[in-house]
């Protein structure tokens, strides 16, 4: 886009003392008018598209970290889940083993419990 410069333009036109210069100067600057609303109306389009290509873009990142943070978090519950599974086990396996143990434990917890909601 060639730059438009009024003052040298009008230089080149003459000093605007005839009416027909004064007409055809006039003439120009509302081209150039115009040329230059154009020229915004095309840049305020293009600004535009380069807008909604990076919101695009970032929307994909976000939906993209979104998934990754619920595939974690998912990746988290099962595991806690598959840890409680295998703590319940082990607790399982120690009562079959030592059943008088885990009576006496239980009974001396629920004491502790029921002293603790006394008061």
Known sequence: ????????????NG???GTGQTSSASKDVEAQI??????????TRSVAAVGNEKASEYKGKARRVASDAADASMQMVEAARD????????LER?????PIQAVAIAAG???LFAL????
């Open 109 to 111: 917890v629920g004491f």
């Open 34 to 43: 115009q040329q230059l609303r154009d020229d915004i109306a095309a840049l």
């Open 15 to 17: 000093t605007g003392t």
């Open 94 to 98: 120690q009562i079959r083993a030592n």
């Open 1 to 12: 886009m060639p730059a438009a410069n009024p003052t040298t333009d009008f230089a080149r």
């Open 83 to 90: 840890q409680a599974l295998s703590m319940e086990r082990d």
């Open 116 to 119: 603790l909601t006394r008061r």
